[in-house]
């Protein structure tokens, strides 16, 4: 036989019936000097038989091997079948996976052109028990370009994520003289054969292209690997796989790979088998411990703080043997939104659990304070709801069923004098179709939880439509003083005794007469609906015969074609034609005004100071405002449209005026009925608009998209001629287009200081009450500029230490934090009362009203703040990165800033302790920068650009 040019190694072991789909993806090659080893592992059934039939039909390019008795994995069949190769490449492939038809010549050309070892491309899993084949692919960063490595060091990632040998194709020569082998009569053979094969390559190649598809059988009726991660040889044959290569990287001194690996075994590794732990018996969860506890020892304490923090907070809790909180701990670990513990508080922090406090290390990997949870209201939070009883009433009951749990109450989220009432809720998985509701009859606070216990009868109250309803999901509402929370019902521990529970189906219970208790992928009870019918089998196969014959195939059709359409009309593009070829030949509508500020996110700014001062004219007007996330906050009397729907497209393709304070939509054109009213949201320290570099670099094309979204402001409110030389001229906006009148917003903040002139004294209001705030403390405010979020779990990190804060200045100062917008902030307990954050307000003006004194950087808060003629401090601590590596200012802060501007920790609360100086040294300089930066801020802009718009709509 001559030598082809790619080997492929096909392996079998009882899957007669898919060996020959396997074997035909390979003869269907476009690379046509392919030949195909198949090797089988010694089957029980006809494997081998199909394997001889298709090598007697293809004699010049099939061969077929039996190992004499079984190897128990796919390692040893691999072997068998690289001796009994002949091509000058190797690959492998399962009998129930098939090749791309592509694969062996890309895979080829790519090694024949590079001289690499190993070539690999992209993976495919498909998952053949769904309906539409959900299709992922495995790792595609990785490939998502041509590159060649002289090591694998240069790519860490690829070492550890894609450890499978059946995507790639390697040198014959290179295995032969590496000896490379997969381990025998191991699960993981893969791990173990293509770490050593990456190691020892002296050059490979990734290429973008799919070869290999992985038919993912979850329902199969013999188990992958993959699905049998129950079985304790599976995780023993797992960490012993990882403990050789952990040898093979240590007598490498390969270091960052390791590391690199530590990582993913926590991460992913581990938390396959974590998931699986809920529902195994106590031998199942001590062997397993006793297994983990060992290797995790060995991992780097490093890989704990670059994995989530519920993944460091298992494996810890694993290796300590702490079940009490480790199972509930996996339950958050599957369901990520979950808080499953009651929480602890130590020395000021939080942590997940209690218990390790004299453990520093576990102290670190439990400190939970950073997520934030004790900030949240109930309403705000997922909460763990472990069933702890199901049982039957009694066959006479019917569907009757009694259930009992309890509810997770972190750090007394739920007080002990809560009006609790509650309710279960069953309803079909697909949401369009009807729920049930039963009251929960008995709920009773104590203290880390909440107990409940209920009867459902379900053969009364529950009825199904019996066919397309099949699965039904449980969850418990959760009133606390009227604010709902809701939880889904956790099965860990707890059995699902008795037998099916009998319902009446609307429809036919001919399908359906039953429900039958199970629990959902994420460990939640559910129901399946079920027939005990002897002819629900006949009929079910009736059903499915006409939802595959013509009438079927029509609704299937008509259904498909139904949600495509509805899909197609929400889609951003159909949205843009509906507005400019329906909504915008509409007639415009008199007296109609569409609010948005900051995007749609609050309820703030000059758009609100105008929209109040038109309320308080009482002007005839029909006022939309538009939101983005909750409506909770907006004004009752005007019509919300949430930014994006087709009411809010409706709204503005129709109304009269446009009043925001940022941009609508940037691909939405205005009508020249229509008077766009731009209040804009602050003054400019860094460059705008096309004075910055990244749109002078853009395409004439994208920059004219840009101006023509500018071009569509008819107005624009400037409040200094360094707007102008700043705003305008980056927006290159006409001198028409100018409203010299300043900001609404802004009027507040005017009227204050007059008043506090007149009264010679400062007048705190409400906003300092509901804050509780004590008389004799001094207020300051922090309000930083927009940060990319750079903490643990995604936050904006303060640039100092709160704690510090409070402990150095807490009988003397109490500290607002106003995070941007955009940003968000977490607060250690321990500064509770002297730290406030008030980020969530929707409106930044009150708060600067009530602030002695404000801390910023280079947020245009500045240029309002200084027309209090109050202290300001600057913290800079970034500022040379941010004025010479981002995008540039308009002046130099450090000449023109009206207070200290300091860049250390150290400096800043060295300034605090000399603020009240402050406000007569530089008192020159803040009434130098209000008359640059503020100049036509005079306290009645709102009313101003009313009397000059609005007045015809006086009634």
């Known amino acids: 036989m001559p030598v082809a040019d790619v080997s492929v190694v096909v392996i079998v072991y009882n899957d007669a019936d898919r060996l020959p789909t396997a074997v035909q993806s390979v003869l269907d090659q476009t690379l046509r000097d392919v030949e195909v080893v198949i090797v089988d592992d010694c089957s029980t059934d006809r494997s081998f038989e199909v394997a001889q039939r298709l090598a007697a039909t293809h004699p010049e390019r099939v061969r077929a091997f039996q190992l004499p008795e079984n190897s128990g994995a796919g390692g040893e069949p691999r072997n068998a079948g690289i001796q009994h190769t002949t091509g000058k490449y190797v690959m492998f492939l399962d009998s129930d996976d098939v090749l791309e038809s592509n694969a062996c010549r890309n895979m080829l050309e790519a090694a024949e052109e590079t001289g690499s070892d190993i070539v690999s491309g992209l993976c495919v899993r498909l998952h053949k028990d769904t309906r539409v084949q959900k299709r992922d692919e495995w790792y595609a960063w990785l490939y998502s370009t041509t590159r060649t490595l002289e090591s694998v060091s240069e790519l860490p990632d690829l070492f550890v994520w894609d450890t499978l040998s059946t995507n790639k194709c390697y040198r014959r020569e290179f295995l032969v003289e590496n000896d490379l082998r997969f381990p025998k009569g191991m699960f993981y053979e893969d791990l173990m054969f293509i770490a050593d094969a990456y190691l020892a390559a002296r050059r490979i190649t990734l290429i973008p292209n799919q070869v290999y598809f992985w038919h993912v059988h979850e329902r199969g009726t013999v188990k992958s690997v993959t699905n049998r991660r129950h079985e304790m040889t599976n995780y023993e044959h797992r960490l012993e796989i990882h403990r050789r290569i952990d040898a093979l990287l240590a007598a ?21 088998h974590l998931r699986d732990l809920p529902f195994r018996d106590e031998s199942y969860r001590q062997e397993f411990a006793e297994l983990s506890r060992e290797y995790l020892s060995g991992i780097a304490r490093e890989a704990y703080e670059r994995v989530q923090p519920i993944q460091a907070i298992c494996a810890y809790l694993l290796q300590q043997g702490d079940w009490d909180n480790l199972i509930p701990a996996v339950d958050t670990l599957t369901n990520r939104d979950k808080l499953s513990s009651p929480l602890a508080e130590h020395d000021g922090r939080i942590y997940w659990c209690g218990g390790h406090f004299d453990d520093e290390f576990g102290r670190g990997v439990l400190d939970v304070t950073d997520a934030g949870y004790h900030e949240k209201t109930v309403d705000k939070l997922f909460l763990r709801n472990q069933l702890t009883r199901f049982e039957e009433s009694g066959a006479a009951s019917g569907g009757a069923l009694r259930l009992a749990g309890r509810i997770t109450n972190p750090l007394g989220v739920i007080p002990p004098g809560a009006r609790l009432t509650g309710r279960l809720e069953f309803s079909a998985r697909r949401r369009s179709l009807q729920s049930f509701t039963f009251p929960v009859r008995a709920l009773r606070h104590d203290g880390d939880t909440v107990h409940w216990e209920t009867a459902v009868d379900l053969g009364a109250k529950l009825r199904p439509l019996g066919i397309v309803d099949t699965i039904w999901d449980v969850r418990l509402v959760l009133d606390v003083d009227g604010v709902p929370t809701t939880t889904r019902l956790t099965v860990a521990d707890t059995e699902l005794s008795g037998g099916p529970l009998p319902v009446r189906p609307r429809l036919t219970r001919m399908v359906a007469d039953h429900l039958e208790p199970h629990v959902s992928a994420r460990g939640h009870l559910a129901f399946r609906l079920v027939s005990e019918s002897r002819q629900a089998e006949r009929v079910q196969e009736l059903i499915a015969r006409g939802m595959h014959g013509k009438p079927g195939t029509l609704a299937k059709s008509g259904y498909r074609t139904a949600k495509t359409l509805r899909n197609k009309v929400m889609s951003g593009d159909s949205k843009l034609r509906m507005y400019h070829e329906v909504f915008s030949r509409l007639p415009v509508r008199k007296r109609t005004v569409v609010f948005e500020s900051h995007l749609g996110k609050q309820y703030s700014d000059s758009p609100r100071a105008i929209y109040e001062e038109m309320r308080r004219q009482g002007l005839d007007f029909e006022a939309f405002w538009s939101y983005s996330g909750s409506p909770k906050e907006f004004p009752p009397d005007a019509t919300l449209v949430k930014r994006w729907s087709l009411p809010y497209l409706k709204a503005l393709a129709q109304a009269e005026f446009w009043v925001d304070n940022q941009s609508y939509p940037l691909k939405l054109g205005k009508r020249p009925e229509t008077t766009y009213l731009e209040t804009w949201h602050g003054s400019a320290l860094k460059k705008m608009g096309f004075d910055q570099p990244s ?67 400062r007048e705190r209001g409400e906003l300092a009450a509901e804050l509780e705030i004590p008389d004799d403390r001094t207020v300051l405010l922090y309000a930083p500029t927009f940060r990319k979020a750079g903490g643990r779990h995604g936050r904006f990190v303060l640039p100092f230490d709160v704690e510090r804060f409070a402990e150095q200045f807490g009988d003397r100062y109490v500290l607002l934090v106003r995070s941007h917008y955009l940003n968000h902030v977490v607060l250690p307990p321990t500064v509770k009362g002297t730290v406030i954050d008030v980020s969530a307000r929707h409106d930044v003006t009150p708060i600067l009203a009530l602030a002695d004194g404000l801390i910023t950087d280079y ?30 200012t308009y002046f130099d802060l450090l000449e023109h800033a009206p207070g200290p501007v300091v860049r250390s920790e150290d400096d800043f609360y060295e300034t605090l302790k000399s603020f009240d100086t402050q406000a007569l040294e530089y008192a020159e300089a803040r009434r130098k920068f209000v008359a640059e930066f503020g100049e036509y801020d005079r306290g009645d802009a709102a009313k101003s650009i009313v009397d000059q718009f609005f007045t015809q709509w006086r009634r």
């Open 252 to 272: 490498r001194g390969m270091d960052a790979i390791r590391l690199a690996k530590d990582v993913k075994f926590l991460k992913h590794d581990l938390v396959l």
């Open 859 to 888: 947020s245009s808060v500045m240029f309002d703040y200084a027309l209090l003629d109050r202290p300001l401090v600057f913290f800079t601590y970034d500022y040379d990165e941010y004025v010479h590596e981002g995008r540039g």
């Open 695 to 761: 749109l002078k670099a853009q395409t004439r094309q994208q920059q004219a998209e840009q101006q023509q979204s500018l071009d569509r402001f008819d107005r624009f409110l400037i409040r200094s001629e360094h707007d102008v030389h700043t705003l305008a001229k980056a927006f290159r906006l006409p001198e028409k287009t100018l409203l010299r009148v300043g900001y609404p917003r802004n009027d507040a903040l005017v009227r204050a200081r007059q008043r506090e002139a007149e009264l010679g004294r």
